[in-house]
Each structure stands twice: as C-alpha cells, then as structure tokens.
C-alpha cells in the first residue's frame, strides 16, 4: 500500500562489508549508498539485524551471495518502512516490520520483498522482530513442510541450542510433538529441556542413538532436523523409524558419509534437504503466509518466543562472529542498528 506520507532518507549509510574473506576481522565498517526499492519491494530503516551461520561462511568466503543480491551480510532484520516500490500493497510507510532478506541486513537501510516481511509480533520489540525471519522461514519449511512433522510425531533436532534449535524446540513442542536434541553442555542440555524438549542429549558423553533406542523403547523418531551431517549421518538414519524423514540444512561436519542404502529402502525412509537463500519470491512468500496464520498468534499469545543471547552494537559485528564461531552462546546473536531498538 503506498503512501503519501515523505520521510527523509540519506544518501549514504553506514554497513558492514566483508573487506575480503577471513576471519571475524574481515568486517569492516563502511558507508554505502543507500539502496532503492524496485518493483515489490521495501526500504526498511533497520533497528536490529540478525547474525547467521550463513553470515559467517559468507565471511569465510565459502557462501557466496546469490546473483543479484547484496553483497552485505545479514539474512534478517526488522525496523520501519520508509520507501515504497511500485506494486506494493500490503504495507505502508511507517509500518514496522521484519523480513527475510538474501543480503544487505548488517546497514542502516535495507531493501526487502514485501512479501517477505511480515508484522512485528504485538508484545515483542524490534530486537526480538529480527531473531525470528531466519530461524522460523527455515524451521517451517523444513520440519513441517519437507519434514511433514504431525501432532503425536517424534522429532529429533541436532544443535538444540542454536537458534534453529531453540526454534525448533518451541515450534515443534506448540505443534504437538515430542522433541528431543542434542547439544554440547549440561548448561545447553537442561536450557534445551526448559524450553520444551522432552530429552536433552550431550553428544560430548552420550551417544545420540542409544539415547534415542532408550527414550523411544527403541521405536526411533519420525524426523531428523540435521546441520551437522558427516558422521551424523548413518547415525541419523539408525535413529529413524520405519516411513521416517531426514531432513538436511547444513553439513558443518561435512557432507559426505558412507551410508547403507539397505536400511533407507527396510524402513521406507525419505532424505531430503534444502537450502533457503537462493529460493524465488513466491516460495517465499507462501513460507511467510504461513507462519504469519499458523505462528505469528503463538508469539503474540507469548507460547513461542525467540531466544537472545546477545546484542551487539552494528560496529562490533566481527565480535557478534567470534562469540558465534565460539558456539558458546545459546539462541540469537543480534546486531542493534539503533540504540531504540
């Protein structure tokens, strides 16, 4: 929806660029033009932006930006529409909003698909608005879109107490299911409980799969949620029970293993996987449907929340990278972009 309403708008902004890949002190502090919405789209002045793994392999120089998307990192933001494209109809200037993005977010203005942004949740911040578009666009679409996860199922979620993880956990827990993770602590291990997970798993003195066998009476789960691959990957496929889904969304120990085929086809087993970053408008946009019905009430009932751990001022990003590298931190690692936020 356009609006008459003018707001002033800078011709240049303040961001943070990857200077060349390497480590966290690749980011480096900027100024760039301010960009122009096209056809569909928004200018959003950002409060908050999200930090990603995706964020951090783009540094590494290992997940180069799909074509014709900002070279700046950050997947996700939130803050107020000050521009609108032609074509847009579903927002106005001066909403606040928070959207999923393929680059761009770690500026003071980012350009968005209207269709991809949604309302920030009644009852939560700006801050909180940027934690949700990454995490939730990927949990819906690969739990319970790919993965087909149903009331009374039983999910097993590898890294619970990343932000995918703690997503995972509330999503699948509101859902009707029974979730179980693995993660790297006793601290992250009972968060992961508190937060709805029937059994925490430390993959540091536990085997995941006999834990598994034991909690299920040996049964398995319904589905795998996996971004660890490598030699989590057999182990996956032991997990599952008969008509079960794994379902991939990174491979940080890899993405080969050696697998025995005989035990997919014996238990009528699915694999599948996805990456989100490259996927067109529409795909998109049907994900942001769909949580704006199914989870936006949720949030603002107070069931589901996104879980921070930190913020950080936009001119530490290269901190936000080291503490996520560290795998220290349980939830979101945030930028605030403005002091408001």
Same mark, same amino acid.
């Given at each position: 929806?356009?609006?008459?309403?003018?707001?002033?708008? !800078?011709?240049?902004?303040?961001?943070?660029?990857?200077?060349?890949?390497?480590?966290?002190? #690749?980011?480096?502090?900027?100024?760039?033009?301010?960009?122009?919405?096209?056809?569909?789209?928004?200018?959003?002045?950002?409060?908050?932006?999200?930090?990603?793994?995706?964020?951090?392999?783009?540094?590494?120089?290992?997940?180069?930006?799909? !074509?014709?998307?900002?070279?700046?990192?950050?997947?996700?933001?939130?803050?107020?529409?000050?521009?609108?494209?032609?074509?847009?109809?579903?927002?106005?200037?001066?909403?606040?909003?928070?959207?999923?993005?393929?680059?761009?977010?770690?500026?003071?203005?980012?350009?968005?698909?209207?269709?991809?942004?949604? !309302?920030?949740?009644?009852?939560?911040?700006?801050?909180?608005?940027?934690?949700?578009?990454?995490?939730?666009?990927?949990?819906?679409?690969?739990?319970?879109?790919?993965?087909?996860?149903?009331?009374?199922?039983?999910?097993?979620?590898?890294?619970?107490?990343?932000?995918?993880?703690?997503?995972?956990?509330?999503?699948?827990?509101?859902?009707?299911?029974?979730?179980?993770?693995?993660?790297?602590?006793?601290?992250?291990?009972?968060?992961?409980?508190?937060?709805?997970?029937?059994?925490?798993?430390?993959?540091?003195?536990?085997?995941?799969?006999?834990?598994?066998?034991?909690?299920?009476?040996?049964?398995?789960?319904?589905?795998?949620?996996?971004?660890?691959?490598?030699?989590?990957?057999?182990?996956?496929?032991?997990?599952?029970?008969?008509?079960?889904?794994?379902?991939?969304?990174?491979?940080?120990?890899?993405?080969?293993?050696?697998?025995?085929?005989?035990?997919?086809?014996?238990?009528?087993?699915?694999?599948?996987?996805?990456?989100?970053?490259?996927?067109?408008?529409?795909?998109?946009? #049907?994900?942001?449907? #769909?949580?704006?019905?199914?989870?936006?009430?949720?949030?603002?009932?107070?069931?589901?929340?996104?879980?921070?751990?930190?913020?950080?001022?936009?001119?530490?990003?290269?901190?936000?990278?080291?503490?996520?590298?560290?795998?220290?931190?349980?939830?979101?690692?945030?930028?605030?972009?403005?002091?408001?936020?």
């Amino acid at each position: 929806m356009t609006d008459s309403t003018q707001i002033q708008i !800078p011709a240049q902004m303040n961001a943070v660029e990857i200077a060349e890949p390497g480590g966290p002190e #690749a980011l480096q502090a900027t100024q760039r033009p301010v960009p122009q919405p096209g056809q569909g789209e928004v200018l959003i002045e950002v409060d908050a932006a999200g930090v990603n793994r995706p964020d951090v392999m783009q540094r590494q120089g290992a997940y180069a930006p799909p !074509p014709g998307a900002s070279d700046l990192p950050g997947l996700e933001m939130s803050g107020r529409i000050v521009a609108c494209g032609e074509g847009v109809e579903s927002f106005r200037i001066g909403d606040q909003v928070c959207a999923l993005v393929t680059g761009g977010g770690y500026a003071e203005y980012c350009v968005a698909p209207a269709a991809q942004c949604l !309302p920030i949740p009644k009852g939560l911040s700006l801050l909180e608005g940027a934690a949700l578009p990454e995490t939730f666009f990927t949990v819906w679409s690969n739990v319970f879109d790919r993965g087909g996860l149903e009331p009374g199922q039983k999910l097993l979620v590898h890294g619970g107490s990343s932000g995918i993880g703690t997503t995972a956990i509330q999503l699948a827990s509101a859902f009707g299911a029974e979730v179980y993770v693995t993660a790297g602590s006793e601290e992250k291990c009972r968060f992961c409980e508190e937060l709805g997970a029937k059994k925490a798993i430390n993959y540091r003195s536990e085997d995941f799969v006999e834990v598994i066998k034991q909690e299920t009476d040996k049964e398995g789960v319904d589905v795998v949620l996996d971004m660890v691959g490598g030699s989590y990957i057999p182990r996956n496929i032991n997990c599952l029970k008969p008509e079960g889904r794994l379902v991939f969304i990174a491979f940080l120990g890899g993405p080969k293993a050696e697998v025995n085929f005989g035990k997919v086809m014996m238990k009528r087993l699915t694999i599948t996987g996805s990456t989100l970053r490259a996927r067109d408008v529409t795909f998109k946009a #049907a994900i942001a449907a #769909a949580l704006q019905s199914r989870v936006w009430p949720l949030l603002e009932q107070g069931r589901v929340k996104p879980v921070i751990h930190r913020s950080f001022p936009l001119a530490q990003a290269s901190e936000a990278h080291a503490l996520m590298e560290s795998s220290t931190h349980i939830g979101k690692i945030m930028l605030s972009v403005r002091s408001e936020s």
